[in-house]
């Protein structure tokens, strides 16, 4: 029998061991039951309706409360119901929120980030650059569904389609992919297909693209300044795949972050870094980037971006593969929660419930607030911006309140301290 997948330990909802067990038994040990590294102290992850009714019926069973979905989650629900919304993504307005749901499960994705892949369909294109160099067929630090490693080509090409998955299931308006060499150029267009129709052709041209070896060299400040000139009027979100410096070395590293820095409508062009490599100064021109031009992120794979995310917010917020996938996405468009995963300052309480999707009861709260300050006091001081970040004492009741944190004056005054220290 199927235990409860969660039940409530020392006042908070976390995941069962014994549904943990249960599950990976299910598949001989080969399949983890969740991607979640710290599952023992994680808040829950809500993916889908389905999954909400369960969790509220193990709740109510308990003598707990109901727990309500988060305000933007319902909003969000209603409008994916709304007939032109669920066309534009290729299915019915009686079948979207289920089938999001189906994929958003399949990656455990928090229901709340529902509401950030709807962003998507702002932009004119999205645009996917991918470094077609030499160096990317060198070894990643990442490995295949079997545990092999892979090349750092390999790595983009999996990380592309992942996102391309998930974005066959929201509204888009046009899909390019560019390479920096070669002149093959993939685009993408809904037709009205639906999402599995769509992937089937999507993949099938990735593949082929994907399919010859990477070679030549990294003309990346080329292609992005190409790509900012060529369309000034419109509305473009980009993504950059890539392992290393650019030609030029340092001055085009400069040129590239002067660049985003100075680009008009900064919101309506996000940028987003993708790093490929196990080489990571290679790839900190990037991290530099994404520090000082606005509405632009950085992403590494999955297992550094967690092990970042536990140390900055503690072990309570549940950062799953899809989680890191979502923020992959759209992180750049939402400076103050996804991508403000790694500044070191907890998420209000209104910010947590939107994230996940549901309205955690204040004990759930504390929760996360604690383990936030519990990794703060357990960083490892490598400099002052570690010293600050360990020294600071945050007000509970300030988080518990207000609706963002950089409404808080202690957070303002952080992150002024913070930028005269160089990060």
């Given amino acids: 029998m199927q235990p409860k997948k969660y039940i409530k330990i020392n006042g908070v909802m976390k995941m069962n061991p014994e549904y943990k067990r249960w599950k990976e038994m299910q598949s001989g040990g080969r399949t983890p039951a969740t991607t979640v590294a710290n599952s023992s102290q994680a808040l829950p992850i809500i993916t889908n309706m389905e999954e909400h009714e369960a ?127 070669r002149q093959d150029r993939v685009s993408l267009t809904r037709q009205g297909r639906d999402p599995k129709t769509f992937l089937r052709d999507a993949f099938q041209r990735i593949d082929a693209a994907f399919a010859r070896s990477a070679s030549g060299t990294t003309p990346a400040l080329e292609k992005i300044r190409n790509s900012l000139q060529a369309n000034p009027n419109m509305s473009i979100a980009r993504w950059f795949f890539g392992d290393g410096v650019p030609n030029g070395g340092m001055m085009a590293q400069k040129e590239i972050t002067r660049m985003l820095v100075q680009r008009p409508n900064p919101e309506g062009n996000p940028m987003t870094f993708i790093s490929c490599t196990n080489e990571d100064d290679q790839v900190e021109w990037m991290k530099d980037a994404e520090e000082v031009a606005p509405y632009c992120s950085e992403s590494d794979d999955f297992r550094d971006e967690a092990a970042e ?99 808080i004056p202690a957070v303002q005054d952080f992150k002024t301290k913070l930028a005269r220290l160089g990060g």
């Fill in 309 to 407: 995310v536990s140390r900055d917010q503690g072990m309570a917020l549940p950062f799953s593969k899809g989680f890191h996938l979502i923020a992959q996405l759209v992180a750049a468009m939402n400076p103050d929660d996804l991508d403000a995963m790694d500044e070191s300052v907890p998420f209000t309480k209104g910010v947590l419930d939107n994230l996940l999707g549901i309205e955690h009861d204040e004990q759930s709260y504390r929760h996360y607030f604690n383990c936030f300050i519990e990794a703060q006091n357990m960083r490892r001081v490598e400099g002052p911006s570690d010293q600050l970040k360990k020294s600071v004492r945050w007000n509970y009741e300030d988080f518990l309140h207000a609706p963002v944190a950089r409404n």
């Fill in 55 to 181: 969790f509220n019926a193990d709740i109510l069973a308990a003598g707990g409360k109901e727990v309500r979905l988060a305000e933007s989650t319902n909003a969000t629900i209603e409008m994916m119901q709304e007939p032109e919304i669920s066309v534009e993504a290729g299915m019915s307005p009686d079948t979207m929120v289920d089938e999001l749901g189906a994929i958003l499960n399949k990656y455990e994705v928090p229901m709340g980030l529902m509401n950030k892949l709807m962003m998507l369909s702002e932009y004119q294109v999205l645009e996917f650059m991918i470094d077609d160099s030499g160096s990317m067929t060198l070894t990643s630090d990442t490995v295949d569904e079997y545990g092999r490693p892979q090349t750092r080509w390999a790595e983009a090409h999996k990380r592309l389609k992942e996102m391309i998955e998930i974005l066959a299931y929201v509204p888009f308006n046009q899909v390019e992919i560019v390479f920096l060499n």
